[in-house]
């Protein structure tokens, strides 16, 4: 693990969804720009010191030189957005396999170098877009797939927050320091943090992509340097148009994304408030609420559910998908094997790639007179 | 009452709505262009005969000969959008009060030119925004007046239906048929008939006025000659800023009408599904849940109450409120009293420009390859 | 009308629902038995003062002698419990047919007695458990007797109220003071006032019949002298069980009524507060959400919906929906004709001895040491 | 480890819970009856072959022989319940803590043994009553102790199920297999399984503890030998009265527990299928929505939190709290510290041996005439 020390929220989400479905062992880490950090925070994780980096530059340096069944696999990168590039570039050419914390880098440019390392390395990446390990995000997604609802003609997708509705990053807040501080967190703030999310979303429930967009971005408390604040119209490559909303001063939200799909005979709605549901509505029969765990759910839906239904999975558990069917894959492929279609459902390099388009465009747009940008990679 | 013979949907909702506290009378009416549907309408509706008209020329010139105490005082118009101006104008000139059906007009101008009766005649004036007739509204109203929230900084306000997924208007649906026609229903289709319901309840919530918005206007079923789907930014006269989403093609859902605001230290949040519930939000604390009929609700809230709560009331009592509110005022200004405030908080003239001018700039924007269009009247 | 003066609150109730559909004229009233309060009311309601009566008998005497046409037909008494069976009787062998508020009379005895009069004069009589006049509510009936949920096995009803959390009947409360009070309400409290709704919906909604039960009868606030709240384990004539729960202490509560009923392939769910909505749940498939308005939806519940889905209806249409049904049937048997099915679906006399059983049997158990006592008329 | 082995339910939640939080390493196990299954499942764990073991009592005997800092020092026992007594005593004497899952034994008379043994012994013990591990049910239980409710009333507590509604037992359904037969199960079919979740639930929030009951339990499955479907009226120390209903047969629900407790001044509610939302309901002011991770819960609940408000915690999360809690216990104790009084929050003995009781009152009670049977230990 790179990143993730103490007092680091991801970082300690990352490790509980590795270990939850015992698919991961924890062996070595780098935790932080500071070595006695580092090291204090292997130490309360249990980790033999001399695996307890001071650098991930050394890290992998070391773990490269370990004879291959005692050498770390997969490196899992928590870093803020700033340190993502250089690390995840790094590990693919040092022949590990990736699990990087979204978004994918500190700007799109970066992204399209990693594309071309991990296409190069041929080693397996994994961006943690958490939402679509959510066994009712991918049933959302088949029943699309399927047809059901006919062709999709319109997307909502938002993702109210309220914890940035004060100057936070004047405190003591770290989470609140990065995130807003372009410095480290990058052309964007909210939109960065939790529109990519909602991008993520819009894209992965609907097999769809963005074409083009019309943004209003704002930086809505006094002082702060990124945005906080953000909407934008979407135009997909099959014709539907959404609304995208995105925004981290909602005083009073959680954490509420949200996601809408109409299509000519049907639509869908999913909220992560009520993650183990998901309403299927028809234009002339009863909405149906599809649940975790249901028997007449998809196999995607089934493959990343750990309980019968009834029993809530939540955030960790969807989180934890994203690291068992990443783990699923570099078996499979390790033992020269086939991975199923269900476990290669995770996002990947081209997500990210497109996740850093996102910001760059939406930020573009913000800042434009004009209507309506064009999508571009 | 003009127009809303048999057959026709919101004619019936407004009679029962005057019914329901026994605050009117129907004792005259001219209920269709057709002379025979007008008479039949009558008959079912109980009227004498004498009292049923041909025409509402007709209805305001042998009305006014009776003697004071007999004839009919208030005029409600439930004619489809293009026989609003004329009808309601000679109205006002005849000496009579009006209740007209949203949106106000064909056009602006035409709305323009009502305020100005209305204000040289000085007879009372209600437009059925009726979303606002209800009492968790009104509540909503009140806490963000109260300040509470502090400053307002985002609204989140959305109308998504689904009956017009298909192409009703090619089969016998008369309320398809107007509402898609250009000719009855003016410049905009679901802007005119859901959106303007959406404007008037960002507004009326917020107590704010937009002054600038940019639209993305559609029309997704093909052979449709008005807009069935669309969203606006909007921006307020306080530097708040908002999303206004209005669709007709949300196939699955039914009139689905929602707000949200959220200000420096809190938010509040009301559907339609659930009418009797009003959610504030705040920064620090639990999320406290309002129903109609709280023994802690403002006298807004319940004046526009008739049973105590647990008892839902729906959209016909919400209705009912702004016949109810506008009876009491004209019963005040007949007896020369002033009315309460309470009973003066129905949507009017100002509000009726204010939509047929939301009309003319969601439509005019969404042509427009300029982002932002100034909100002028 | 008799009963219903100023202040009272179900008075009011049954006048809205009578005008809701325009089906009922209020021609003549005996509201109080204090004869200058009844006057005053009279007036309040806009009624010819010779038609405002001093007292129940004087009323029916005096409408009896006016011509056919203008008489009234329909007595609608809305008295405290004491003063149910004295003025029913009357009316009934006065040649008026009936409408009574719940629960039906004083006694079981006296309610068997009005059962005799009722089929003697054979005038139509409606009793008012508002709750089976919701569209979901019928619509619940229907799937059950379409025999889609399999043989019926267990059913829970639950009624809490908060609003006698406290020792309202010590203050100016009169509703309080009344329902608590076993010279005016009878036997029971809670179980006479809300118990019995709770029972009449199992029965109504399943179809079966209770034939045993066992009770916990409680009198929770000191000083008070009737129950305010109890519980029953229910067997149902097919073999069923069931629970039934009401009480008027769950601090906090409206008027949540509910209902659940299970039976071999599925069960349903129906709650008050979400009156449009009806859970339709499956041991194999997903859940379906019926709605109020739906085109999938029963006569039964269609004939009794005025909006299109999504236009919540609530209380006071589903208690307008007995007087209408009733109506329909009034008008149909005055012209010789036989009443639809849908319009004779509304609670009679019938329902209302079983009612008053389920007070004399429920307080019986809460009373003895034997766990089941059987349920007999 | 005892029991878990392939195929098993629980074990596997166990396992998870044990991990998610890095506190316990699974060291050995005997996973079955049957040794060849038990190797096979320890070799599936990644166990070293050496410490899977044929039987439990060869795991203790050659545990007991390692070096202190090798050997297991937690045993959990995940048997059915038949083969949960000899297991923990035995444990227990051997010197090792146990973890155990409900109901605590076969019979209530092995509860007592049992019980006498944890206290000779002095080894910690924790039965895993899952729901008491849910951040908002431990703030609901530090709601009514904190005495804002002011002196509680009534409670309902409910866990209805759906998955026995056919005669799954006749099957290949392991599960259902042991839980429906007496030999394996016990007394109790229901009752046992998810009667006693109830029944833990309804003392643990409340901090009450039940006197007398009355119980109606019934087999509704034919040839089932076990009740499916019971419920019970309870009375408390306090005086409050109580409704518990536990049923298999609720076709179309999941395991949907739910808790409402009532007091002189207010309410509240939890229900598993909305885990993080805990509605506090109030007399005379708005019902209040507590969600996990809200800054203004309590030390209890914040403890049991792993992310910020707005990611769903769930019922793995749940589960984790006991094995968390219980670790810091373990690890306290070893240490020579006394244990936080939020880490000692966990299920025990006391409660086993309640649930056990339980069993055999509401039994028996099912049996008897009687109305009401003392619960005495």
């Not at 049933?139 to 938002?158: D, M, N, P, T, W």
């Not at 934008?232 to 959404?242: D, E, K, P």
Request: glycine fraction near 10%; charge should be negative.
């Amino acid at each position: 693990m790179v990143g993730g020390g103490q007092g680091a929220f991801i970082g300690a989400v990352h490790r509980i969804a590795a270990q939850l479905d015992n698919a991961y062992e924890l062996v070595c880490g780098a935790f932080s720009s500071n070595p006695e950090k580092s090291k204090a925070s292997g130490e309360m994780l249990g980790l033999s010191p001399e695996r307890v980096y001071a650098t991930y530059q050394e890290l992998y340096e070391k773990e490269k030189q370990l004879p291959e069944d005692q050498r770390v696999q997969v490196i899992s990168i928590v870093t803020p957005n700033h340190v993502h590039f250089e690390p995840a570039k790094l590990a693919l050419e040092s022949g590990f396999h990736v699990i990087l914390d979204k978004p994918m880098t500190y700007s799109l440019e970066e992204a399209l170098e990693l594309q071309e390392v991990a296409d190069r390395t041929g080693k397996l990446f994994c961006l943690t877009h958490t939402y679509t390990g959510y066994p009712m995000v991918k049933e959302a997604r088949q029943v699309v797939a399927s047809g059901k609802l006919g062709k999709i003609r319109k997307v909502y997708v938002e993702y109210p927050q309220g914890w940035l509705s004060t100057f936070e990053e004047g405190g003591e807040n770290k989470q609140a320091s990065w995130r807003t501080n372009p410095e480290q967190s990058g052309k964007a703030g909210g939109m960065g943090d939790i529109g990519t999310h909602a991008f993520n979303l819009a894209e992965y429930v609907t097999g769809l992509e963005v074409t083009q967009l019309c943004a209003d971005i704002n930086i809505v408390v006094e002082g702060r340097k990124l945005d906080d604040d953000g909407a934008a119209f979407l135009r997909f490559n099959n014709g539907a148009s959404g609304v995208l909303m995105a925004t981290q001063i909602a005083a009073g939200e959680e954490n509420n994304v949200k996601i809408r799909v109409y299509g000519e005979k049907g639509g869908l709605e999913w909220q992560q408030e009520i993650a183990n549901t998901l309403q299927v509505k028809w234009l002339d029969k009863p909405t149906e609420v599809y649940r975790t765990g249901g028997g007449y759910t998809s196999s995607f839906a089934q493959h990343n559910t750990r309980t019968p239904a009834g029993h809530p999975e939540g955030y960790l558990e969807a989180f934890a998908n994203l690291y068992r069917n990443f783990a699923l894959c570099v078996t499979a492929t390790l033992a020269g094997e086939a991975p199923e279609p269900e476990w290669q459902d995770y996002p990947g390099i081209k997500e990210g790639v497109r996740g850093m388009a996102f910001i760059e465009h939406v930020i573009a747009s913000g800042k434009s007179d004009k209507k309506w940008i064009d999508f571009t990679i």
